[in-house]
């Protein structure tokens, strides 16, 4: 079975859209961008229709790409100040001259809806109520919606980045999963994915996970977003997965659809409905 990431976020989206119906004021989300990357344009496009169509409201602001941390810290201090703003996102990568660490540690940790600010962080590891990074999110999202048991499920995670491998792996044992992670330097990566219940991968890496890695029974979930010949692919193997394997997520329309669209849970984490 090939898993709908795009249906599934739009019921996320109807529901969000819903709750807002009866409120008299819409949550606003500013994205904040250095230069003009063109993923990155794609990308706060996705965010912008995503956040209008909901009926949230949505300001850019675009910095020059030899702006410096001052003035971006600057802008962060005035969205922080701003109480008709609910989210801020500072769009990653920044340019080199700019510590991404001080810019995260700035921005407001309860409108810091990426959940990447440390203290979102360290609330996420105590098994706290935390904004959480949107990525994880949605694997865990994903898994809900398919009314997938975590409790006791040898889960394997491939990749141990800040962003994707080390919450999701925590979240997944906050659902009572037995979590595995496995990274570069893992020996017989095989061995740990034949024996899981389910397989995330966050590697970078088309094509890493192949039909003699998994069974049957395995479910995959897909983060990887990699470019490859101009299109956009994910790290498994998915043609020679897709009519093998329980259930897969393709790579587009799985995962990032409902990255986009659990953003707006978090913005609605700290709005008064
Ligand atoms: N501060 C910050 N927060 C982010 O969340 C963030 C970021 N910076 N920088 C860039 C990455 C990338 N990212 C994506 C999320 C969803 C899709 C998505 O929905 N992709 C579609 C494909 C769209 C297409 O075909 O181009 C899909 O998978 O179906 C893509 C990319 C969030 N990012």
Redesign the pocket.
Same mark, same amino acid.
């Given at each position: 079975m090939i898993i709908d990431?795009?249906e599934i976020?739009k019921k996320i989206k109807s529901d969000v859209k819903e709750s807002l119906s009866s409120c008299l004021r819409a949550p606003k989300v500013v994205?904040i961008i250095l230069g003009d990357n063109p993923?990155?344009e794609?990308?706060l496009k996705?965010?912008e229709k995503t956040c209008t169509n909901v009926g949230f409201d949505y300001e850019l602001c675009r910095l020059s790409d030899t702006a410096s941390e001052m003035e971006l810290l600057a802008l962060i201090d005035e969205k922080n100040k701003d109480d008709s703003i609910n989210g801020i996102?500072?769009?990653?990568?920044l340019p080199a001259h700019i510590s991404q660490e001080k810019v995260l540690m700035h921005i407001d940790p309860v409108k810091d809806i990426?959940g990447?600010h440390p203290l979102n962080a360290g609330r996420l590891f105590k098994g706290e109520k935390a904004m959480r +990074?949107? $990525?994880p999110l949605a694997v865990v999202t994903i898994l809900d919606a398919l009314s997938i048991d975590l409790k006791g499920k040898n889960i394997v995670v491939i990749g141990r980045s800040n962003?994707v491998g080390k919450p999701l792996a925590i979240m997944l044992m906050q659902r009572h999963a037995t979590v595995t992670v496995c990274h570069s330097r893992t020996q017989n990566i095989a061995q740990h994915t034949k024996a899981a219940d389910i397989v995330i991968l966050a590697v970078g890496k088309p094509g890493f996970l192949k039909k003699d890695m998994v069974t049957e029974e395995t479910i995959v979930i897909d983060v990887g977003?990699n470019e490859v010949d101009g299109k956009?692919v994910g790290d498994a193997d998915f043609d020679a997965l897709k009519d093998y394997v329980k259930m897969i997520t393709?790579?587009?329309?799985?995962?990032? +659809?409902? $990255?986009?669209a659990v953003?707006l849970l978090n913005v609605l984490e700290h709005f008064e409905l």
């Open positions: 990431g795009r976020a994205a993923s990155s794609s990308y996705m965010l996102l500072v769009q990653m990568p990426d990447f +990074p949107c $990525t962003i977003t956009l393709p790579v587009p329309g799985g995962v990032g +659809p409902v $990255t986009n953003l």
